[in-house]
């Protein structure tokens, strides 16, 4: 038999995040609750950054026209508007053998590969965009990993070093670990909204070099999970970093459709590349992620995401392509689904109408439901939220008393996870552990705010009576039994400020 | 700027099959033949065993349930079997939020889990399946490499070796270079029909052991692409040399629906396994895998397949989870219809009758296919092919005269790779080219006989009409100048035997 010491090393190294512990405990919180063994009737999860779970519905030009692809029958469905079933009929044209069911090229169907070009041309105003630069995969996770795969060689010292900022998506330390390479974390500023701050990345840098050979830098842009946007001289100055140290920039752009900051707008990595000077532009080599489960669309289940590769030596460049046969072909209604999502209707088509009410329906709650709990976050005692501008989470940080520190101690449990198995365990809510944990912390949560209105209600009332009655000195409370006193507490925090509650979606249909 | 010397070694050092440069080929071909450049219309596409790809038809309840799952609107539609609502309105049930865009576990639906387990319950006349011994991944390729990946490790002498068998699916070895194993090759019995020869396995293994540490034997059963289906007998030695030599069996089962040889059936390793004393049941250890592109449902581009692992410690299985956790997750769509392949409609429900008729008359497709084929080719001069007993490729070895051969080494190319090129260029057919090449050979061809009748016909006529200009003097023929000799000659082979031509539909249902 295989025994754990049989296991490959470097499989055994994959750090799994403490999230991976919390969504266990969900199933189980969740069983209980249809038991009727809970308080609450449902566990909520806005740990995940997936907001069809906790109803936000589909955009329905999308889900109509994959409906038709799979089932043609449909094309004679006069119930269903024209362009879907055109644009349907276009798509299928694109499959071999006019079917979703046959696989297509390892790195995407040619016809999608060039309508994503033509969606980042015009993003760009006009920088041209090549198909050949353009792969789709199962996921921009999938391409990721593909090309840290790429980077990685070598063992200790001679190990190829990405740097990470810190926080960074949950995801990203076990991807790299699995692809054997060393994450290298420089710290963002919280202080300042989250900010890169060159000097310190530049630190980081120096000092990496002995322990690994760094050859990459990621970044996530709108912040995954801070919500910070970088602005044109933020984003001038990495890239001259990069430049100066040759070093391969990773640009997770995924949110780039959700930047709700004032006088904030998604500029890309390329855009800004493309308008430095050429020893920048021919040189930096650049790869930028976009996917499916962005923000307007969020179709985290149908798994299709992409990646433009700047400058790189086609030589090179050939070995993405080459690892991604491996998977063979990338689920082809994700593909599809991406040719709708970055080619909507437009303005006279049937669907455009809907098409634009959804997205917009979308973004504002988005804006919307991240200012209020901004509010009710900030007017929690011991936490505080930088206010986000973009993507779909808040970070807020815990500032926790020193009796839950010391149980967690006993416990042998991270402060912050045990936080997090509480509000599970008694609220039946979901949320991310933050990144830093240990004993001193800085300890911070996780929110994906993209959540219908109604909500976000429920989750900031979770959210906020467990978190009093753990700072009200940290009693073990039973909800039932909860005193008059906790409650108008929580009403207090919870009608502060001027954010008053959109739990409508009239209400909200009148702040679009 | 990454130059190539950058690269990860192990990635430089993935085999690319010779499928790959032809399909670039394939690519090349198609556009010619639209702008008229070629004397055929369309190329066919039989090398990569993607039967919708040649116009084999999706099954209609498979693709209704998914349409409904997509646009839940259409459980209102009456017009659909109701049957068809009600299944989509389970499988939705069964996902977050109710959407197919919802992460999953990373390991799968445990709805879809648990009926899978139930599946291979009932197919192995009760043989227990646990549901947590199942895994669900974007195809039974990606959850073959999830488990080598696990037994990675060493390098050189040390480095974890895997028995594969002579010829094996083509895209078998580029996998394992990535993962970073050895492929330890065993020559599977041509002239008894792709048979597994135990003394020949034995002494590979044994002769690998000092060049790695053979730890996996890789096996595929209905063979592809020999096509051949091994008995019980068979299948129990492979069960005791594994034992034996503690190796853990990688069984491919992904077309176990397609066994049409007479006096054939399909019988899985687990039931073997568990009708064998305890000292083998309680200890082989055993991972199974089946995906969606199986024959009769050939949903390839819908991406989702599934492993059961039997017998695995359970702290080393916890590391499969672990590695499914990087993907994230399944694609939705692929794992509700692995739960429809595996869970059909049943006698009574409105959907069964069309369901029925459709599976049979693929599978009925299949079997006349393989049968017609082989006499065709079986009657070429320098062509020689086993009869199959299942999977859905034929595997025909080709006697290439001295000429080509010559010729390819003065082009520096494989003979086959030569002789699949001209057959692309010269008459749109592309077929796989076999696995040993080389000067000396054998030299074979891959060719999947899922396609409709009438378009097998067409790929033999091409066939036959290729290979017979290149045998009678090996002459590069126009096409448009090709005489009447030559036409004669291919009239007979074609007209051969009892095969008659199954070109239409009406001969089909007949013959079912």
Known sequence: MISLQDVNPRVRAIRVSAQTALQSLSALQKDMAQEAQKPFKEVIDVGSGDSHRTGIKPISFIRQVLAVCLYPQLLEDDSLPLDVRLRAQRLLQACDGESVGSYTASSGLLHVRQNIADFITKRDAGVPSDS?????????????????????????????????????????????????????????????????????????????????????????????????????????????????????????????????????????YKKILFEMDKEFRDTVELVSFHSLSCASVGECGLRAGYMEVINMDPEVKHFVDTMLCTDISTPVTGQLALDLMLNPPKRGDPSYDTYTQETRFARATLSLNAQRALEVLNNLPGMSCQSAMGGIYLYPRLHLPAKIRMQAKVQGVEADVLYCQKLLEEEGLLVGVGQQGGEAGPHHLRLCVLVPPDMLEKVMFRLCSFHLRLMNGHRDVDRSLTGEDEKENTEHVFNCGEGKSLSSSGDLMEAI
Chains 1, 2 share one sequence.
């Not at 076990?174 to 630190?203: F, S």
């Not at 100066?244 to 920039?249: D, K, Q, S, T």
């Open 132 to 268: 050949n630069d353009v792969f789709i995969s199962a996921g921009a996770q999938r391409a990721l990993m593909v090309v840290v795969k790429l980077l990685s060689r070598g063992e200790g010292q001679t190990q190829t070093g990405v740097l990470t900022p810190l926080p960074c998506p949950h995801t990203l330390p076990a991807l790299l670990d699995e692809a054997g390479v060393t994450a290298v974390p420089y710290q963002l500023t919280e202080e300042q909204g989250w900010a890169v701050d060159l000097n310190k990345l530049h630190r980081v840098l120096q000092s990496s070099r002995g322990r690994c050979e760094p050859r990459a830098i990621y970044i996530s842009n709108p912040g995954n999970p801070t919500g910070h946007v970088q602005d044109r001289k933020s984003i001038q100055e990495v890239i001259q970093l990069a430049a100066a140290e040759r070093l391969l920039l990773l640009v997770d752009e995924v949110y780039q459709d959700s930047v709700y900051g004032l006088n904030r707008e998604f500029i890309s």
